[in-house]
T-cell receptor, first 111, second 111 residues
Framework: DVKVTQSSRYLVKRTGEKVFLECVQDMDHENMFWYRQDPGLGLRLIYFSYDVKMKEKGDIPEGYSVSREKKERFSLILESASTNQTSMYLC??????????FGPGTRLTVL | RKEVEQDPGPFNVPEGATVAFNCTYSNSASQSFFWYRQDCRKEPKLLMSVYSSGNEDGRFTAQLNRASQYISLLIRDSKLSDSATYLCVVNINTGRRALTFGSGTRLQVQP
């Protein structure tokens, strides 16, 4: 079974803090994705990566950056957290870019 | 206009009922289509792919109408365990491996 894990299920941070969200997959998938999910807006793509050290902006990259130093790990960074970044963050991986396997999500609250 | 649109519901149906969801997509260049299922407070998981010829998996039938740019999901003999949010997902083949998600249709099957 594909397993995608995320470093935290719940996280509370203060405005202006730097936040790291970690995602690890164990299936040697090339493609990894970060989404945020908000009520009524569905999943929106923040960034994705199709190879180590490669990254591409998604639909809403502003205020975020990513890092992929190893194939199995894809990190999302909030350089200076703001209250409008309070959301559910979902990481996913895929082999051929079709079926995506999701992690359990991190519910981030920025106060 | 959203790229993938769904009726958010909720659809409240009794056990044993047949229920259908539709989804429309705006980009005629879309190549691949899927239905994902998301249980409350869980991550999305692939339910089924949608093929041009239509496809069936047990009680679930998915259809694609390219001319009208919509996808449908039919659930027969609804079970309590079918209660979830159903996400319509499209791959717009612009070279990106990312998927575009609808915001979901919530189904509540009642005893």
């Amino acid at each position: 079974d594909v397993k995608v894990t995320q470093s935290s299920r719940y996280l509370v941070k203060r405005t202006g803090e730097k936040v790291f969200l970690e995602c690890v997959q164990d299936m040697d998938h090339e493609n990894m994705f970060w989404y945020r999910q908000d009520p009524g807006l569905g999943l929106r793509l923040i960034y994705f990566s199709y190879d180590v050290k490669m990254k591409e902006k998604g639909d809403i990259p502003e205020g975020y950056s990513v890092s992929r130093e190893k194939k199995e790990r894809f990190s999302l960074i909030l350089e200076s957290a703001s209250t409008n970044q309070t959301s559910m963050y979902l990481c996913a991986s895929s082999l051929l870019g079709i079926e995506q396997f999701f992690g359990p999500g991190t519910r981030l609250t920025v106060l | 206009r959203k790229e993938v649109e769904q009726d958010p519901g909720p659809f409240n149906v009794p056990e044993g009922a047949t229920v259908a969801f539709n989804c429309t997509y705006s980009n005629s260049a879309s190549q691949s289509f899927f239905w994902y299922r998301q249980d409350c407070r869980k991550e999305p998981k692939l339910l089924m792919s949608v093929y041009s010829s239509g496809n069936e998996d047990g009680r679930f039938t998915a259809q694609l109408n390219r001319a009208s740019q919509y996808i449908s999901l039919l659930i027969r003999d609804s079970k309590l365990s079918d209660s979830a949010t159903y996400l319509c997902v499209v791959n717009i083949n612009t070279g990106r491996r990312a998927l575009t998600f609808g915001s979901g249709t919530r189904l509540q099957v009642q005893p």
